[in-house]
């Protein structure tokens, strides 16, 4: 029989190995591997790049890789960082529908809401949110309850860590979108946001990832602000191509450049919620990479829908439509695109720049492929506000160029004569230019942000943005089906 | 970063393009500095942008207050 004291003793022993054994599994590193990317804006299909190559990207392909990964390493994250669709004909001409559900497919467990994914309209963005299996995070975004928009953040358990994962959106997103997409909608500042969250998060995370669409400035920022309490970053939004990674203090900051060009893979060790040791590479997605075979049969339900599409009959025209060339604005095509802009955003006057216009239209039924090799740039429309003054300046610089054979632009609702570099007999709806009144300026962004020179529109107040002009284009032709413009020689060059 | 003001940000923004200090628009995208020439090379593949730390930054890559960015021409 065994002594009272070598029981205790025995008891103590037992208690103590378990004890050991129990605090040896805990202390174990856990090796963590974080999988994103970030601004694909609706590259679902293979792409060429004259910067890293032909048949490049490809959301089949990135699955591969995503499914791959994970069966190497359980302890798995797959996030992306915002801005999934909008930028390409396949998510265009489905409103976002093949970019939502191809997500479903490829094992994301977050995804921030970028700017961009505003772009469809708030009513799609919510359903989309609403009937996701992917969580959709922004902690900044308030609905006029004060409620969150979507979560803030999840708390995702690998091993024994618990990882915080919570997403931030660039603030900005009211003064880049039509404010209808973004209304009602209240967009604090990221690094209040963070501060009011981060005691909540302390308590029920060991790892604190944030899922930024922000931009690589302000994640720098951030990780200034919370150098310990924060110990990843995976941002979007600036497009950056982070490919050499030096850990020193603090967060470690990752972004993978655009498209899904490439997919980022960052290797941590993390041990009591301490990043021990890291390893990051982009990992480009090529044709050496299989596709995803149920990925690519969900794709190839809408690419076999893009051709019939891109031929669907939009609008007729009873006239040829005939693109400017550079110095000659004359052309009834500028002409009515001009009026288009300026009837659908209300304007005086509406601009729209030689280069912008790219093709001609034959006189007959008009495509929406046609609208698409017109207007092949994602350009919004953004309307401004100028003082009179400013208009003059503005109008000044069209007739220099005019004179000088430079490019220039096409215009609505204002005629004049350029003569010696300077824009006289101007009327505005058949009124006089009053330097004292106020003028609204319809134009696309790039313009609008100072491209080919127009610097003058760069200093305008920026009143509103509307979507891109296709879809601008498109809702007109739904109203006035049949179409026959006319050139008018809105800028009378005087030799 | 942006203030904790609750209404959108307008004010432009200031950002050092091949060693010029430069106003933008909130929200321009990094092919907005460019210049036609420049646009082309970059679309050819013969040219892209850097920011300051040496990473490279896609055009539609939104512009931030303070960024320095540069072209960088490949021979």
């Known amino acids: 029989m065994q002594s009272k004291s070598a029981r205790i003793l025995s008891f103590f022993l037992i208690g103590f190995i378990y004890l050991t054994m129990m605090s040896w599994g805990m202390s174990k590193p856990l090796n963590l591997t974080i999988l994103y990317d970030n601004d694909v804006h609706g590259h679902l299909l293979p792409f060429n790049d004259n910067r890293y190559g032909q048949d490049i990207g490809g959301a089949a392909r990135r699955a591969t890789l995503i499914n791959d990964i994970k069966k190497t390493n359980q ?90 994962v919570l997403g931030l959106t660039t603030q900005e997103t009211p003064v880049v979108t039509h404010p209808k997409n973004v209304e009602g909608l209240e967009f604090e500042n990221p690094l209040v946001t963070f501060s009011k969250l981060l005691p909540e998060l302390k308590k029920k995370a060991d790892l604190i990832i944030v899922l930024s669409h922000m931009g690589y400035e302000e994640d720098i920022q951030l990780a200034r602000q919370f150098p310990k ?28 450049y655009q498209w899904g060009t490439f997919l980022g893979r960052l290797d941590i060790q993390v041990e ?36 019939s599409l891109m031929n669907k009959q939009v609008g007729m025209t009873s006239v040829d439509l005939v693109k400017p060339n550079y110095g000659h604005p004359l052309s009834n095509l500028a002409c009515w695109l001009t009026d288009v802009f300026r009837e659908r955003m209300g304007a005086d006057i509406a601009l729209q720049n030689t280069g912008g216009t790219r093709a001609n239209i034959n006189k007959g039924p008009i495509t929406y492929n046609d ?28 007739a220099n160029r005019a004179n000088s054979g430079r490019e220039t632009s096409a215009i609505s609702g204002v005629t004049f004569l350029a003569k010696n570099g300077q824009a006289t007999e101007i009327s505005l709806a058949g009124r006089s230019l009053d330097p004292a009144k106020t003028y609204t300026i319809a134009a696309n962004d790039f313009m609008a942000n100072g491209g080919s020179g127009y610097t003058l529109l760069k200093k305008a107040k920026v009143i509103k943005y509307d979507t891109v002009l296709r879809d601008i284009v498109v809702d007109y032709l739904k109203e006035h089906p049949v179409i026959a413009p006319q050139a008018e020689e809105r800028i009378k060059v005087v030799k | 970063m942006i203030d904790g003001d609750k209404s959108a940000p307008v004010l432009p923004i200031s950002v050092t393009w091949n060693g010029n200090l430069i106003e933008m628009r909130r929200g321009a995208k990094v092919k907005h500095l460019l210049s036609t020439q420049e646009l082309k090379w970059c679309n050819k593949g013969s040219a892209f942008v850097l920011d300051e730390d040496g990473n490279e930054m896609g055009l539609d890559g939104t512009l931030s207050n303070g960024m320095a960015l540069y072209l960088k021409i490949l021979k």
């Open chain 1, 272 to 307: 009591k919620g301490n990043v021990i040791n890291t390893q990051a590479k982009l990992i480009p997605i090529n044709s050496q990479i299989k596709p995803n075979t149920k990925i690519e049969s969900y794709l190839q339900t809408y690419v076999s829908q893009i051709d």
């Open chain 1, 229 to 256: 309490d924060i110990q990843v970053i995976v941002g979007g939004h600036s497009h950056t191509k982070i490919d050499t990674f030096n850990k020193s203090e603090g967060p470690i900051i990752v972004q993978a």
């Open chain 1, 75 to 164: 302890n798995t994250i797959v996030l992306s960082a915002g801005d999934w669709i909008s930028g390409t004909p396949v998510s265009g001409l489905f409103r976002g529908k093949a970019d939502w559900g191809t997500l479903q497919r490829m094992g994301y467990d977050a995804i921030v809401v970028g700017n961009h994914e505003f772009d469809y309209g708030q009513p799609v963005l919510r359903e989309t949110i609403k009937s996701s299996q992917v969580p959709f995070l922004a902690a900044n975004i308030y609905q006029n309850d004060g409620s969150y928009f979507a979560k803030p953040y999840i708390i995702l358990k690998k091993g024994k860590t618990r990882i915080a």
């Open chain 1, 371 to 398: 609208i698409y090799n017109v207007l092949p740039f994602d350009n919004t429309l953004v309307l401004m506000q100028v003082s009179g003054t400013e208009l003059q300046e503005i109008l000044d610089d069209l």
